[in-house]
């Protein structure tokens, strides 16, 4: 059970009362009700609060679960006073400069107690704006913001204003704040079943908040509940400390072991060698005949060309990182590759509108898969041709980040049109796809990039480098049985972080 896990199941057994035990002399909650609707109704003969519309009253269907006898189910709205602020104008400096008041957003709320606020306003905006002064020990709760932040909430420790998108609900003397706090913190999740608006920007309003059926105990009994909830509090958080020290250490551990693996793998320790699977260095040899027939067939501008007629410089044994097997050869990456070609150098301006032609970047190549995919250039249907001219992106081809943040990779699985900035390499290789990849991903290729990469602003490892990088290449039938040996490992590394 995670530190959340236990939290909820805390608040879950505080709100139905199952935390502390009902004690009779305490009273009963409807009594308490009644006294609140009395004091309120005096409250508005004073003039001291406006009358409101009656609330209505509660169904079965609205109430979730089962409390003590001496509980009564009411809204939200009957026990508490609400009251919600405005913004003033942001460009106008004689709202903010030299402030000394409190205004609270939904950015300030903690889920705690919150004792200053981040921007102040001066005497002039609270009067302009009609903002009135929210007294302390009020909890506020964030009405705007989506699913991340719709129910934040927070106990001022001190006066303030608030924005608009802030829901105070003032103090009384027939309700322990905090009871209201830790009860709103186990409402959080289920305020998006009222939340209105677009799925990108849903919110909640005051109305909503009044109605919201509320578990009522005697006054006493929301005390001991309070305090037992403090008296735990602190060994949860104290759990969930541990359990992020733990998730840390197994994500480091995961990442380890990972790269142990793809190094076992590119060193040819990860399977048994088999005779029969034939000997790399005739693999390497095919390649470059069959390469020789199609070069010729290319635009000899293209680099996807001169990739295939280029001749490489011999490997040198300085060069070597390590021994691999016998029946292995080393070889260039441009050796076994038809087609090696960066983005374009000089992008084009993107359009406004979203369409179905993408230009991407190194920050949508994350390591097995492309992300982001919003943060895109769009481009027309006739750029996009012009530009795919170059990179030609197909089903199989490895995406490699070569500008910026080096050495992540991905294989194109086909399902959308994409051309490419400078900061991607695109690879089409005769090899298996999948083992340059692993490869591509391990300790030897990624330091080794690191290492070599040049530039001031931006590090880059380019194409000529790229072309030159060495490449351990086993035969095609054991690469296949090295990636089955990869993919079957992998999950457990990736389960060490969960």
Known sequence: MTAKDLKNALLQEAVQGKLVPQIASEGNAKDLLEEIHKE?????????????KPLPELTEDEIPFDIPENWCWCRLGEIFETT?????????????????????????????????????????????CNLKMIPKNSVCIALYGGA?????????????????????????SFADMRYLQYF?????????????????????????????????????????IVAAIEKFMPLIEEYSKKETEL??????????????????????KLVPQIAAEGNAKD?????????????????????????????????????IPFDIPENWCWCRLGEICTKLVDGDHNPPTGLQEKTEYLMLSSRNINNDKLVDLDLVRYLSKEVFEKENERTKAEKGDIFFTSVGTLGRSCIFDGSINASFQRSVSIIKTEIF??????????????????????????????????AELLIPLPPLAEQKRIVAAIEKMLPLCEKLGE
């Open 148 to 172: 991340g932040t719709i129910g934040k909430n927070a106990i001022l420790n001190f006066e303030t204003t608030i924005n608009q998108s802030v829901c105070a609900m003032l103090p009384n």
């Open 40 to 52: 309120k109704a005096k409250l508005v003969k004073e003039g001291k609060i406006k009358k409101e």
């Open 247 to 268: 998730k840390a250490f197994n994500e480091q551990i995961g990442m380890l072991t990972k790269k142990a693996i793809l190094q076992e793998a590119v060193q040819g």
């Open 433 to 466: 796809n999948y083992y340059l990849k692993y490869c591509l991903d391990s300790g030897y290729v990624q330091n080794f990039v690191v290492k070599n990469a040049t530039g001031t602003a931006q590090k880059g490892f380019y194409l000529n480098q790229l």
């Open 283 to 319: 693999l390497l040899e095919e390649i470059k005949k069959e390469k020789a027939k199609v070069a010729g067939k290319a635009s000899s501008t293209s680099f996807a060309s001169k990739t295939r007629a280029k001749e490489f410089p011999p490997i040198t044994d300085d060069e």
């Open 184 to 224: 709103l913190q186990w409402q959080r999740p289920y305020w998006m079943d009222y939340a209105s608006g677009s799925r990108k920007d849903p919110n909640i309003n005051q109305i909503i908040v009044k109605n919201c059926p509320f578990p009522l105990p005697p006054l006493a009994e929301q005390k001991r």
């Open 84 to 128: 919600s602020g405005t913004t003033p104008q942001s460009k106008n400096p004689i709202y903010y400069n030299n402030g000394t008041i409190g205004w609270v957003r939904t950015t300030d709320l903690n889920n705690g107690i919150l004792s200053f606020a981040e921007i102040k306003i001066t005497e002039k905006a609270k009067t302009d």
